[in-house]
């Protein structure tokens, strides 16, 4: 059985596993009992760092966690990281980083975890309706409750992630500790300014979609517009669609075709490749089932030799994307073309 290493959270005093255990799927599109299985063997695996969120399936996917800490008895083995700002209800203040909707939200996250206390609790997105001192005030305030340990943000700007950090500091709030954000051999845009803040302020980063939604399997093949992969999240949702384009594809499948002449799953690849990135805690797998799991888990201990990681570097350079993993960031001038969108031509 693969041995899952533990790293710190960036200049924190948290250790965690350098695999994240990425639980969106779960009540949705996988089962209350599939969800669980993978919970069991994630934590039999040494997998011990999980992330949600309130907004995975309404609710669910939290419950499903909670359900899991009760059943299993393993809760102080884990460290439990979910997010809030995403829309909860329908009321005005049902959504956002205000005071009101955080100290709501978060009693309903320890609700629905069955926890006293959660573990990393991230803004989901950044909120300009809201002043940043109301949500790092009560951020803090948290953390002296002991109803969250520690905090951080998801896909901020270097700008918003820099603004974050200063005001804790003079104000002598506990400051963030981590950002999550795309990062996948198709969007290495991280790479650029926001790398910068997060290595100067001691951040971790933990990478969401290292498998690119899935292209990086090598398995959509030359996706377009009238030929999708049934059942694909690219087919079910427009904002995945913005995700990939005809070049994006392209580069997906050499990518596989790279991997396997060096001995590689694909995916094991790919989310090995972000491990390996200086800056990056641990990359967040997203398994829809346990032998999607069971699939990724030697990801934790495989290093990508130099020529394969040379010839990466010239399928997308560093700093560059051929898909848009920021189209929904809210902060982003422009965007890279989608399937929707796309004529064919270069990203």
Same mark, same amino acid.
């Given at each position: *059985?693969?041995?899952?290493?533990?790293?710190?959270?960036?200049?924190?005093?948290?250790?965690?596993?350098?695999?994240?255990?990425?639980? *969106?799927?779960?009540?949705?599109?996988?089962?209350?009992?599939?969800?669980?299985?993978i919970l069991r063997q994630a934590h039999e695996s040494g997998v011990t760092f999980w992330d949600t969120a309130n907004v995975y399936g309404a609710g669910r996917s939290e419950e499903i966690l909670g359900k899991a800490f !009760?059943?299993?008895?393993?809760?102080?083995?884990?460290v439990l990281a979910t997010k809030v700002n995403?829309? *909860?209800?329908p009321g005005p203040n049902d959504r956002g980083l205000s005071r009101r909707h955080l100290r709501h939200a978060v009693e309903q996250s320890l609700r629905r975890l069955q926890t006293n206390t959660i573990d990393l609790y991230q803004m989901h997105r950044y909120d300009p309706t809201v002043p940043l001192d109301e949500t790092l005030e009560t951020l803090d305030t948290l953390v002296q409750e002991g109803k969250i340990r520690y905090y951080g943000t998801s896909t901020f700007a270097s700008w918003q992630m820099a603004d974050a950090s200063w005001r804790a500091n003079v104000?002598?709030?506990?400051?963030?500790?981590?950002?999550q954000a795309p990062y996948n051999l198709l969007d290495r845009r991280i790479e650029n300014d926001r790398a910068g803040f997060l290595a100067q302020a001691g951040?971790?980063?933990i990478a969401w979609s290292p498998l690119a939604g899935g292209q990086l399997t090598g398995k959509y093949g030359k996706v377009a517009p009238d030929n999708l992969p049934k059942g694909a999240r690219i087919e079910r949702q427009a904002m995945w669609r913005q995700r990939t384009n005809r070049s994006a594809a392209e580069v997906a499948l050499t990518f596989a075709e790279l991997a396997r002449?060096?001995?590689?799953?694909p995916a094991v690849a790919a989310v090995a490749w972000v491990r390996q990135r200086p800056l990056v805690t641990a990359p967040i797998i997203g398994?829809?089932?346990?032998? !999607?799991?069971?699939?990724?888990?030697?990801?934790?201990?495989?290093?990508?030799p130099e020529s394969l990681l040379t010839a990466l570097d010239d399928l997308v350079p560093?700093?560059?994307?051929?898909?848009d993993f920021l189209n929904n960031a809210g902060w982003q001038i422009g965007h890279l073309p989608g399937l929707d969108d796309d004529r064919g031509g270069t990203a």
């Open positions: *059985m693969t041995t899952v290493p533990f790293v710190p959270l960036g200049r924190s005093g948290l250790k965690v596993s350098v695999l994240c255990l990425g639980c *969106m799927n779960f009540g949705e599109s996988t089962s209350e009992v599939d969800s669980l299985e !009760q059943t299993f008895g393993f809760r102080d083995d884990i995403g829309t *909860m209800g104000n002598h709030w506990v400051p963030p500790v981590c950002e951040w971790g980063l002449e060096h001995g590689l799953a398994p829809r089932t346990l032998e !999607q799991f069971r699939e990724l888990l030697p990801a934790a201990t495989v290093n990508l560093p700093g560059t994307a051929v898909a």
